[in-house]
């Protein structure tokens, strides 16, 4: 019943930042080269140690990530970070090898449709594409993690069938691929659905890290980090400030918060290694860099043990 | 482990909303009477069951809320729907009995500053004149509901020790108070600190209902819920669209939003009587009213299932 990691043995949890991925990709103008550098670069600085950082696809499917390698070569490279990078295909994964990621992540949508519209192919073909990347990256000694899309649910068809989910990471675990992460790709997932998903997919695999990737499109992000808290999930994907959207919902929240998602860990007893002060001046940094607000909470309301005066208050009310 | 309501005894939850009192109380600009009548008779049409409506205090103290009375008269009443005020004090409990509420709410904060801050007069005072409103209350056979504020933290004293939170309660039972209502008046609840003080309240008291209030503030609102649930609460007070603030907290979310925590308890197999979607009307209602976006999520995302089309998406996207 209890929440906080006092009574578990592992009480590690790898965030893994995506937002200069998930997030910038949704942006309509084309955010420079070096502030994409720059973002991650202070974030390694606040203790962060995972990112996707980017996506080898192709520059003109997403112009915002036609910087691929330039933003890799511009990155502060340190021991014990983790730098991901997208990639579609062998073509992909050359250009990701050159670049020197340190980690490869093959997606396929879990519904047809979804990867008829994402990926222009259908899932059979997909995975075919990925059994053809994998043994560069093999080749290259790099590892690669396989995510599925639309994990939680698909705005074409619905409810996304676990079988579905077990097809795709079948396949996966078949190429040698031991990281899998389960996309909340336009927030439908909800605890009873994280559940299942996580459940049959643990039953599966004694040998898979399953990282789960959650977006707040309908406010329920966090919560469904709490499920897969409990049922021993530990690497949670996230974006500074709160970054990206949902092109289906205008004006509803993005992937869930960096700097919201290490407070809820840190305060329910989980290390993640993250100065939480200076994640918070980096999502500021980035509403700056966007030139608006975003939807992230702590950067906005502070610590929680952040102390006030009565007078302040007042003024404050007032 | 699990969190869906299938292996609970008991899978209604009541959800309160508290938003006409929490949530507009910090709006400068007078709402016009009517307007928030509107939206409490729109609330009760889509199967809400119960409000926090208003608030009984000096008119002085917060102007907005000066035209309780006047509120009370235009809500539309209906059997089964409960309309509880917030009543500081005698003279308040006997406005409140004139203007037929169904239930009075007491409060006092569980810190003396706050108490200073909020009440004017520290914890021993504002329990007395509790004491003294309570038995007007049954007088008129009026129940009377006992909130506690920075029930979870308070902005000038940090951490709220569990003591402060028994004493209180104490005093409500000794008065025959059986509801309780922890109120996380600016955000500071977090998994852990709902877990001890649900806890202690649930082992000291056989015969108190307990209501968890939570705010957004940073962002760990619906986990907190989730916590609750899992320790057999079924009642949680909210504000439609996520109306409210925190006067510290310059941006951040107010209450959590009734719509969202809605989605999450019925997603997860708890029922509240409640039309999600009519639910979502009224939010965007609320959003006109006040002329500015407000934080739910699933009024601008719509429900889980709904569908689109790809074309539709491509369209969305582009």
């Known amino acids: 019943m209890r929440f906080s990691a006092a009574d578990s043995a592992d009480q590690s949890v790898l965030v893994t930042e995506v937002g200069t991925r998930d997030g910038f990709q ?83 949508s879990a519904s047809e449709s979804h990867c008829q519209a994402n990926l222009n192919k259908p899932i059979e073909r997909a995975l075919a594409d990925v059994a053809e990347f994998v043994p560069i990256a093999r080749q290259f000694n790099i590892p690669v993690r396989g995510a599925i899309a639309v994990a939680f649910g698909c705005p074409f068809e619905g409810d996304t069938p676990v079988d579905s989910l077990l097809r795709i990471a079948d396949t996966y675990h078949e190429l040698g691929v031991r990281h899998l992460s389960l996309g909340d790709t336009t927030g439908m997932a909800t605890p009873p659905v994280v559940e299942r998903a996580v459940d049959a997919l643990q039953r599966r695999f004694s040998d898979m890290e399953i990282a789960l990737h959650f977006h707040n499109t ?101």
Do not use: H, W
């Open 26 to 108: 949704v942006e309509a103008e084309f955010i420079p080269t070096e502030s994409k550098a720059a973002v991650i670069n202070a974030l390694i600085d606040a203790g962060v140690r995972s990112f996707e950082a980017t996506s080898f696809v192709s520059p003109r499917a997403i112009p915002q990530l036609a910087d691929a390698s330039q933003l890799m070569d511009l990155i502060e490279r340190k021991p014990g970070v983790r730098l991901t990078a997208l990639v579609p295909n062998a073509r992909g994964a050359e250009r990701a090898a050159a670049a020197k990621v340190d980690m490869m992540a093959c997606f396929v």
């Open 218 to 318: 309908r406010g329920v992000g966090l919560a469904n980090v709490m499920v897969g808290l409990q049922m021993g999930i530990r690497e949670f994907e996230s974006s500074i400030a709160g970054l990206g959207g949902c092109p289906f919902a205008p004006g509803a929240s993005g992937n869930i918060c960096t700097e919201d998602l290490v407070y809820l860990l840190q305060e329910s007893g989980y290390q993640t290694g993250i100065d939480l002060d200076r994640l918070c001046e980096v999502a500021r940094q980035v509403e700056s860099l966007l030139g608006r607000g975003l939807p992230g909470q702590v950067m906005k309301a502070g610590q929680r043990l952040r102390k006030f005066t009565l007078d302040g208050a007042r003024r404050a009310v007032g």
